[in-house]
């Protein structure tokens, strides 16, 4: 029985079309090579959320009963390739069922592949991507996250390079035949041969990666039903700066981050904050603690990465800064506290990657026809 999937993560909103677009191009590649298959989404917290994780899947088959008998799951629990069209998700992904954090390469059979769109090498890549017990193939395609989802802004060919890169890695499954057949302009097929050619492939060996366990949750089950029922405990009003008496910090829930939703962080240069409170303020997700000395310190396990913080600064002192520049969550506040000379090269390192408002390039991709074109000519990607 020769049945087939592919898991594609993406960003809801900002590639939902994206991911949608390349999950039906693999069924459409699949019946050119005179198979079967379906496609179809499953969410996270929600799609509509900008940033927030979601997955598409294709799965193809030899005949119509082996994909019913496929299709009778929820989602696959094993898939011959990961697609994931954003680097900065490679740290994981909050599940629709909220129970924890999860590997993006977790379904990928021994020896399938995850394909990933990066500009990173694969030894950066796998600071992020947490380890397996079986090995598997990374393959990158060089370039940025591609937003081409999006609007008109769809200039980029990412879907075809993804197509391309696909069909080279697992031929058995779709031909490069059968993918250039799915694409009728030239420009499209040119891109995904082009693919085949660019993408660089290496073998991931079991426990390379990031060996941190994925954090999970305590789930109630029948037994712990309370006369209530199973309920959502009410927040409870804020308290001081980290159980002090100054300052200030809200109550945050300890089961819902909103940090998986990122492609960019805030980051302030506190020695040019003049304390107007407008990040504090206008922050839709309440993100910042109020520090006792005034300062406003972001908590990074609950910033989305919207980047109003930013835009709203009178002072024009906060940076938007790739997510894929850092490892971990630790306060920048806490370290600027520390050693301000050390904070202020830090932040000039980081800043130099990153977005002030009033840039071209915003938290969520870009903003002009034909720029992402020029970004990676930029970067000598071709």
């Known amino acids: ?12 909103v900002y590639q939902y079309n994206l991911g949608r677009r390349i999950s039906r191009d693999v069924v459409l590649a699949a019946r050119k090579m005179g198979r079967v298959g379906v496609a179809f989404g499953r969410y996270s917290d929600s799609p509509e959320r900008n940033g927030i994780p979601m997955k598409w899947f294709a799965v193809i088959a030899e005949n119509n009963d082996e994909l019913e008998e496929q299709m009778a799951k929820y989602y696959p629990e094993v898939v011959d390739a990961a697609i994931v069209l954003d680097d900065t998700l490679l740290k994981g992904v909050e599940s629709w069922s909220w129970d924890g954090l999860h590997p993006v390469n977790e ?34 395609i060089p370039g940025e996250a591609s937003f081409s989802g999006m609007w008109i802004i769809r200039d980029d060919k990412s879907e075809a390079r993804i197509m391309g890169a696909l069909a080279a890695a697992l031929p058995d499954m779709i031909s490069p035949d059968a993918v250039q057949q799915i694409f009728k302009d030239k420009a499209d097929q040119d891109a995904a041969a082009r693919a085949a050619k660019q993408m660089v492939t290496r073998v991931v060996e079991p426990g390379e990666g990031n060996p941190a366990e994925p954090y999970r949750y305590e789930l109630p089950v029948w037994q712990d039903l309370t006369e209530y029922g199973i309920a959502v405990v009410g927040m409870g009003k804020g308290g001081g700066y980290h159980g002090g008496k100054e300052g200030y910090e809200p109550t945050r829930s300890t089961t819902f981050r909103k940090h998986l939703s990122r492609t960019f962080r805030p980051m302030t240069n506190f020695d040019a904050c003049t304390q107007t409170r407008d990040c504090w303020l206008n922050c839709p997700d309440e993100a910042y603690n109020v520090t006792p000395d005034g300062f406003f310190e972001t908590d990074y396990g609950a910033c989305s990465g919207c980047g109003k913080c930013a835009e709203v600064c009178p002072e024009k002192i906060i940076v938007m800064v790739p997510e894929s520049e850092f490892e971990d969550e630790a306060s920048v506040y806490e370290m600027w506290k520390k050693d301000k000379a050390a904070y202020k090269k830090f932040f000039d390192e980081k800043s130099a990657k990153g977005w002030f408002a009033g840039q071209l390039v915003g938290p969520h991709g870009y903003v002009r026809k034909g720029q992402y074109e020029e970004e990676i000519k930029k970067k000598g990607i071709k």
Not at 1 to 12: F, K, L
Not at 125 to 132: I, N, P
């Open 1 to 12: 029985m020769a049945v087939y999937a592919v898991e594609i993560t993406n960003r809801g």
């Open 107 to 140: 379904r990928v059979k021994e020896k399938g592949v995850m394909i990933v769109v990066s500009d990173q090498s694969h030894d950066e890549l796998l600071k992020d991507v947490h380890t397996k017990d079986l090995p598997y193939k990374l393959i990158t």
